[in-house]
């Protein structure tokens, strides 16, 4: 059974770094999509970013793009997400998720993704 473990959240000032990591065990992530959504407290789920099982498509929030890099390394069984240049709305607690394999398409969509970990807390703050 796939297990997704979250890990890489911290506090941060504004404008640093985080490099978040999403292992999996139970199966290969060959043939998954992978997605990072992020929810803060008050607000709905919001989908951030979705690699493809190859890794050759990506697709990210407009809030996050050219700040947010994410990739995967599948002799790891673990996907990544860089994220620079952070700003205080950028807090969140930060999930990822996998589906079974969509070919080249990647959709941030929170609906269509259904093993989920259990998240890692992001705080963006002086």
């Known amino acids: 059974q796939l297990q997704l473990v979250e890990s890489g959240g911290g506090l941060v000032q504004p404008g640093g770094s985080l490099r978040l990591s999403c292992a999996a065990s139970g199966v290969t992530l060959d043939y998954y999509t992978i997605g990072w959504f992020r929810q803060a407290p008050g607000k709905e789920r919001e989908g951030v970013s979705c690699i493809s099982s190859s890794g050759g498509s990506t697709n990210y929030a407009d809030s996050v793009k050219d700040r947010f890099t994410i990739s995967r390394d599948n002799a790891k069984n673990t996907v990544y997400l860089q994220m620079n240049s952070l700003k205080p709305e950028d807090t969140a607690n930060y999930y990822c998720?996998?589906?079974?394999?969509?070919?080249?398409?990647?959709?941030?969509?929170?609906?269509?993704?259904?093993?989920w970990g259990q998240g890692t807390q992001v705080t963006v703050s002086s």
């Open positions: 998720a996998a589906r079974p394999a969509l070919g080249s398409w990647c959709p941030i969509i929170s609906g269509m993704f259904g093993s």
